[in-house]
Each structure stands twice: as structure tokens, then as C-alpha cells.
């Protein structure tokens, strides 16, 4: 065997063995999602559609042993630091909405995309409003009501057409 074939085959092989290449998709979507946050031209006004928790919320029904508090909690850090907010609040709210959707996801998963769409709305308003109280709590930063309104009534609007987007990339067994 030349030095050459040897070394690709050795590469290939730690590749495959170190690398799980499943693993991408959901960080590959989330960094996507992330991206889309702070992208947006309306991010900078304040009004645009959570890109992460959707893609966060598909996740965790259809694979959740992909994902971590560890990376949610990342890019939790990621987005108080794009919108200025005390770093942890982010991560805490999408820790928390992670650990609600697993706890629930045997009740979603397989059933009609309404059944789905009203569990992204409610767990969604859950953790917004404890969010809400967290912030009032601790008084560092301002909530515009108006503004969390629309912010998420937005986020639960554009949900099927991500839901869609992302269905080539679940595993089929779990597709709904």
C-alpha cells in the first residue's frame, strides 16, 4: 500500500470512528438557524422570528439524542451576546424549552402537523412568559410587550414552512 492510500484510509478511518457525521445535522441546522437570527435585517430593529427555537423544536422531536444543553446552551450565549441581553438568559429559556419538548414529545411525535404546531405554540408561549417574569424579576433589561408579542407570534407563523424545509434532513422513522 503507498504512503498516500494509507494515509487517506487512515484519515477516513479516525474520521468515521471520532466524527460522528449524523451528529452535523442538527449543529449544521442550529448554526443555520443562528446565522438566520442575526442576518435578518429586522434583527437589528428588534422584530424577527426565532429561527433557532424553531429549528431547536424540530430537533428535539425527532432526535433529541442529537442535541445537548451543552450546545443549546451555546448558542443561548451566541444570542445574548448578538442582542445585548444578560449572558445565560438565552441559554436558560432554550434549556428550559429543550427539556419541555423531550418531556412531551412521545404525546406530539406522530401525530397530524396541527398536533405539532399547537405543542410549538404552547410550550413557545410557556417559556416566553417565564421569560417575561424572569426579566421583570430581575429588571436588566426592558421587555416591550408589543414587541414579544409579534416577536412570537411570528416564530409560531413561520413554523410549517421550516418544518418542511428541515423534513429531508430527520430521520424517517420519526417523521410525522
Known sequence: ???????????????????????????????????????????????????????????????????????????????????????????????????????QRQIIVGRPFIVVWIGFAAFILLVSGIGSIVSRLFETFPANSFDLQFHIVVTIGILPVFYQMFQPLLPSSHST
Do not use: Q
Open 1 to 103: 500500500m503507498r504512503l498516500e492510500n494509507w494515509i487517506k484510509s487512515s484519515v477516513s478511518e479516525t474520521v468515521r470512528k471520532y466524527v460522528n457525521l449524523d451528529m452535523l445535522s442538527p449543529w449544521l441546522t442550529l448554526i443555520l438557524g443562528g446565522f438566520l437570527v442575526c442576518a435578518t435585517p429586522l434583527s437589528f430593529i428588534g422584530l424577527w422570528p426565532n429561527f433557532f427555537i424553531i429549528i431547536l423544536y424540530i430537533w428535539c422531536l425527532h432526535a433529541p439524542e442529537k442535541l445537548s444543553l451543552a450546545l443549546i446552551a451555546a448558542f443561548g450565549i451566541i444570542h445574548d451576546v448578538h442582542t445585548g441581553i444578560p449572558l445565560g438568559f438565552h441559554s436558560l429559556m432554550y434549556a428550559l424549552f429543550y427539556l419541555l419538548v423531550i418531556t
